[in-house]
Nanobody, 118 residues
Framework: EVHLMESGGELVQPGGSLRLSCAAS????????MTWVRQAPGKGLEWVSSITSLNGRDYADSVKGRFTISRDNTKNRLYLQMNSLRSEDTALYYC????????????RGQGTQVTVSS
C-alpha cells in the first residue's frame, strides 16, 4: 500500500523560507518520479514541481527560481525547498508519485499547510 506523509508546513512571513518533506513507502521510490502539487483555498489542485528518478527537474513558472525540488533515495524522502515565499504560495501541499504536469494526482498524503502572511 502506498503511503505518503508530508510535513514541514507552517505560518511564515512573506519573503521567508520553508522546507517541506515527504516520507514515502509502499512502492519502489528509487525508480519513481515524484511530484509536488498544491491546493490554495477555494481552488483546485495545481502542479508545482516534479523530479525524475535521475534528478531531472521541472517547475511551474510561478515557483521557478524560488523553489527547489530534491530527493534522498536512501531515506525514501522527497523535499521542496521554498524561498522568497509569497502570499499566493499559501496552500495545502501534497506529494504524489509520478511525473504529471496536468494530473490527475489521485495518490496523495494528507498534505501539509503552508500559510504565508504577515
Amino acid at each position: 500500500e502506498v503511503h505518503l506523509m508530508e510535513s514541514g508546513g507552517e505560518l511564515v512571513q512573506p519573503g521567508g523560507s520553508l522546507r517541506l518533506s515527504c516520507a514515502a513507502s509502499g512502492f519502489n521510490f528509487i525508480v519513481s518520479a515524484m511530484t509536488w502539487v498544491r491546493q490554495a483555498p477555494g481552488k483546485g489542485l495545481e502542479w508545482v514541481s516534479s523530479i525524475t528518478s535521475l534528478n531531472g527537474r521541472d517547475y511551474a513558472d510561478s515557483v521557478k527560481g524560488r523553489f527547489t525540488i530534491s530527493r534522498d533515495n536512501t531515506k525514501n524522502r522527497l523535499y521542496l525547498q521554498m524561498n522568497s515565499l509569497r502570499s499566493e504560495d499559501t496552500a495545502l501541499y501534497y506529494c504524489t508519485p509520478g511525473w504529471s504536469r496536468a494530473g490527475p494526482w489521485p495518490t496523495r498524503g494528507q498534505g501539509t499547510q503552508v500559510t504565508v502572511s504577515s
